[in-house]
């Protein structure tokens, strides 16, 4: 499954949450912050999460960490493992450029 094809189903499933426990509102905030938060860190685009199948899991994770903390946020300094290592295998932002370009 490519990360673009995450459905508030799909992470409400995952949460084990039945209906009338969650809006579809509640549940895209959490889709679109783990997708943002996503983007930043590893510093790559959406077509470029939909390359790499690993992204989704990270995605279904992060939502599961904010929707268990009921924040909508995560901290890079307590960040799950399977979540760093996975986006670190990736992040384009933290390589250094050929002859200083940007």
Same mark, same amino acid.
């Given at each position: 499954?490519?990360?673009?094809? +995450?459905?508030? #189903?799909? +992470?409400?499933? $995952?949460?084990?949450?039945?209906?009338?426990?969650?809006?579809? =509102?509640?549940?895209?905030?959490?889709?679109? =912050?783990?997708?943002?938060?996503?983007? =930043?860190?590893?510093?790559?685009?959406?077509?470029?999460?939909?390359?790499?199948?690993?992204?989704?899991?990270?995605?279904?994770?992060?939502?599961?960490?904010? $929707?268990?903390?009921?924040?909508? $946020?995560?901290?890079? #300094?307590?960040? #799950?493992?399977?979540?760093?290592?996975?986006?670190?295998? $990736?992040?384009? #932002?933290?390589?250094?450029?050929?002859?200083?370009?940007?």
């Amino acid at each position: 499954m490519k990360v673009s094809e +995450i459905s508030v #189903n799909n +992470i409400a499933e $995952y949460l084990r949450l039945d209906q009338g426990e969650y809006t579809d =509102s509640e549940i895209q905030a959490l889709i679109d =912050s783990a997708k943002a938060f996503t983007r =930043s860190y590893a510093g790559i685009t959406d077509a470029e999460m939909d390359v790499h199948e690993d992204f989704t899991i990270v995605v279904y994770i992060l939502c599961q960490d904010m $929707y268990d903390n009921r924040t909508l $946020y995560v901290d890079k #300094n307590n960040l #799950n493992r399977v979540v760093k290592t996975i986006l670190g295998m $990736y992040s384009t #932002n933290l390589l250094p450029t050929p002859d200083g370009v940007t």
